[in-house]
């Protein structure tokens, strides 16, 4: 079974603040997601990954960068938080190959709220 | 610009009969779509997903329905239980992208005693 880990469930954090969040799977997947999950939006993209240091933006990038520096581990950061920045975000992975027609795999997400 | 809709915010549905859940999209270029079921705390769980050279694609309770003329796929659940109780989530691949997925913005469905 894939495992995708997010490193915190909760976070509070204040506006201004550098936030880091974490996320690990362990099916040496090639491709890394990160997702908003806002009431009405569904989930909209931020950031992917499809290989290690590399990176690309996805639909909402803006106040937003990631790490891939080990295929692993993908890390969103907010540079700076602002309070139009709380939201439940997701990480999910997935396979390489888009012959094999693999879904994405999601963790539990983290529930942040910047103050 | 919403590429995938799901019109439905909400639907409620009795134990035992069938759920349908509707999708629909607006560019050609999918490929591949999905179905998630999403429980409150948790991420999304795949559920069914199906090419987009097939019309029909079936896994137990779970079947999906594929339209490309009309741009419009759905989830039928039969028969439906209490557990089936979530949020549903269709999402869609673009051709030509590394498993990039565009997401509708979900319905919730209650089954009810």
Redesign the interface.
Known sequence: DVK?TQSS?YLVKRTGEKVFLECVQDMDHE?M?W?RQDP??????IY?S?DVKMK?K?DIPEGYSVSREKKERFSLILESASTNQTSMY?C?S???D?AL?????????TRLSIL | DQQVKQNSPSLSVQEGRISILNCDYTNSMFDYFLWYKKYPAEGPTFLISISSIKDKNEDGRFTVFLNKSAKHLSLHIVPSQPGDSAVYFCAARWTGTASKLTFGTGTRLQVTL
């Open positions: 995708v469930r491709n997601f997702y009405g939006l569904g989930l909209r993209l992917f499809y690309e996805g997701l999910a997935s396979q390489g888009r027609n693999q879904p994405q795999h999601f963790g539990d997400g």
